[in-house]
């Protein structure tokens, strides 16, 4: 069982910063790939950026890179999310994930991120 929780989302205008915290629960943190997903009013959820269990390899959505950077801390069993240059495209509710081959696919309950012109 995994259980993960969101933090660091709110309005910010557009060109500002923000970071995204995911705390997550268990014993085997490192274990889990971690993930970013993000879904806007009206659209399919997307991905957005991914980062292996040992946090050396991560993966971003086109839309991002150079923007964004996903990051891990296992000792503190959090995932975060640093947003740079934001846009207003870039408003929406952005969800933690968790994957295991083992264990499956757990997710957060989402943080709003709204980005004003």
């Known amino acids: 069982q995994v259980q993960l929780v969101e933090s660091g989302g709110g309005l910010v205008q557009a060109g500002g910063s923000l970071r995204l915290s995911c705390a997550a629960s268990?014993?085997?943190?490192?274990?889990?790939?971690m993930g970013w997903f993000r879904q806007a009013v009206g659209k399919e959820r997307e991905f957005v950026a991914s980062i292996s269990g040992s946090g050396g390899i991560s993966y971003y959505a086109d839309s991002v890179k150079g923007r964004f950077t996903i990051s891990r801390d296992n000792a503190k069993n959090t995932m975060y999310l640093q947003m740079n240059s934001l846009k207003p495209g870039d408003s929406a509710v952005y969800y933690c994930?968790?994957?295991?081959?083992?264990?499956?696919?757990?997710w957060g309950q989402g943080t709003q991120v709204t980005v004003s012109s």
């Open positions: 268990g014993r085997t943190f490192s274990t889990y790939a």
């Open positions: 994930n968790a994957y295991s081959s083992g264990a499956g696919r757990y």
